[in-house]
């Protein structure tokens, strides 16, 4: 036999609704309020904080912005790149644009800018060697042409030190090359083709900037 459950009145439920809105309203008011809308009526949300979480989170940006570069002497750097688009101007205390970098990108030379134009003969198989004299730093302009394709290796060898020792600039097969470099030690800079064409090749080599001379190889001597 079941026991039977107590049942509420009337009266009971009433009450029971009117307490349950009356909290629902006083959670809007003093906590959902000023947490999701920024609307604090009663002042509870300011005073317990509730009312920060309405802010939208606030990420601090740091500025894509280059510092100043410390002046440099031409003997420390070759080239110091610099983005104007993302560095602000440098001003001094009277609101006078001042440079950005003093003394990077430019090196002064005590020998006369020069250029010239070498004619270069090369028979079937053969191979010749021509090299520019540069000191570091020295900055070289360059282009030569051929009447045929060639093997050709652009490469560099240091004046002392370990003599196998080489840089390679460039590599490859052509008719034509053009560039420019700057040299990262004082040495030999220069250029060593192959005649693969089956037939003698004409090279046109032209050549300006700042170097001591331009050198033939010697290749049977080198071979010995």
């Keep these: ?28 008011m003093l906590i959902v309020l000023p947490a999701e809308k920024g609307e604090d009526p009663t002042g509870f949300g300011a005073l317990t904080g509730v009312d920060k979480l309405s802010e939208p989170e ?8 280059l510092a100043p570069v410390e002046p440099v ?12 688009i993302k560095s602000k101007a440098v001003v001094n205390e009277f609101g ?27 028979d079937t198989d053969e191979q010749v060697e021509y090299k520019a004299l540069m ?28 003599p196998n020792f080489f840089t390679r600039y460039a590599e490859g097969e052509g008719k034509s090359d053009h560039g420019s470099i ?23 080599l032209g050549v300006s900037g700042y170097y001591d001379e331009i050198i033939e190889i010697d290749m049977k001597a080198e071979a010995e």
Excluded: C
Aim: charged fraction near 20%; aromatic fraction near 10%; proline fraction near 6%.
């Design 182 to 204: 700057v040299a990262p030690y004082s040495g030999q800079h220069g250029w060593y083709w192959l005649n693969i064409a089956g037939k003698p090749v004409t090279v046109q």
């Design 58 to 65: 606030v990420v601090d940006e740091i500025p894509l912005v």
């Design 1 to 28: 036999m079941s026991t039977p459950q107590p049942s509420l009145s009337t009266r009971q439920l009433v009450l029971s609704l009117l307490v349950a809105m009356l909290l629902g309203v006083g959670l809007a």
């Design 96 to 122: 006078e644009p001042q440079p950005f970098v003093d003394g990077a990108n430019i090196r002064q030379h005590e020998q006369h800018y020069k250029g010239q134009l070498i004619e270069i003969k090369i």
């Design 73 to 84: 002497s031409n003997e420390d750097a070759l080239y110091i790149r610099i983005d104007p």
């Design 135 to 162: 000191e570091e730093g020295d900055v070289l302009l360059y282009f030569w042409e051929a009447d045929a394709e060639l093997y050709f290796d652009f490469h560099a060898h240091q004046d002392t030190g370990d």
